[in-house]
């Protein structure tokens, strides 16, 4: 057995209340690594550079593209994101375990490099529910709404091919359930 850090992959459309439930994981678990992603997407309101994201140029993402920088990427939205390689293999190095919080074709790509990795889908109790959520973030557009509910249809039928599925019914239910299976492996 190696002293490697285990692989998280936590998807999840957007409006599922995955960084909710995320948040209390962490809360639990401050020893677990979040990999921070870089995307070219713009921050929302209170999120800042270097914590929730690298907010960097399509130029500069393109460059780490081809520099090989990313254990994966993918488009989503119309914007690009990626997982930055050296910091999650640093971590699961000195035996750190590491959650990604990324999207299905990412987490496809992570699952075929590292079949260790564990992926659970985090997944909304309804899509009416789900509509409901968006809209009452209320920081997209009404046309940006309407994309990620395209999506979230497209990824919720992904979700049986994860190791696991928690339906966010309740978010400190669902935070329970990914901590045993965070606490378990
Ligand atoms: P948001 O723009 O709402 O923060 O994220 C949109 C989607 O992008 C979410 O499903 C999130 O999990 C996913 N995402 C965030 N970072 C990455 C990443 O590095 N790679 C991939 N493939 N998806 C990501």
Do not use: W
């Amino acid at each position: 057995m190696s002293d490697r850090g285990h692989v998280f992959i936590v998807s999840g459309p957007s409006g599922s209340g995955k960084s909710t439930v995320l948040g209390v994981v962490f809360k639990n678990r401050p020893d677990i690594y979040f990999s921070v992603s870089a995307t070219t997407r713009s921050p929302r309101p209170g999120e800042t550079d270097g914590v929730e994201y690298m907010f960097i140029t399509e130029d500069k993402f393109n460059e780490m593209v081809e520099k090989d920088l990313f254990l994966e990427h993918a488009r989503y939205a119309k914007c690009s994101y990626g997982t930055p390689r050296e910091p999650v293999e640093e971590r699961l190095r000195a035996g750190t375990d590491v959650i990604m919080d990324i999207e299905v074709q990412g987490a496809r790509q992570v699952k075929e490099r590292m079949p260790e990795a564990i992926s659970v889908f985090i997944a909304p109790p309804s899509l009416d529910e789900l509509e409901r959520r968006l809209r009452g973030r209320s920081t997209e557009s009404e046309d940006k709404i309407k994309l990620r509910l395209e999506t979230a249809k497209k990824e919720l039928l992904e979700a049986e091919s994860y190791d696991h599925v928690v339906v966010n019914d309740d978010y400190m239910r669902a935070a329970g359930e990914l901590l045993d299976i965070i606490n378990n492996a």
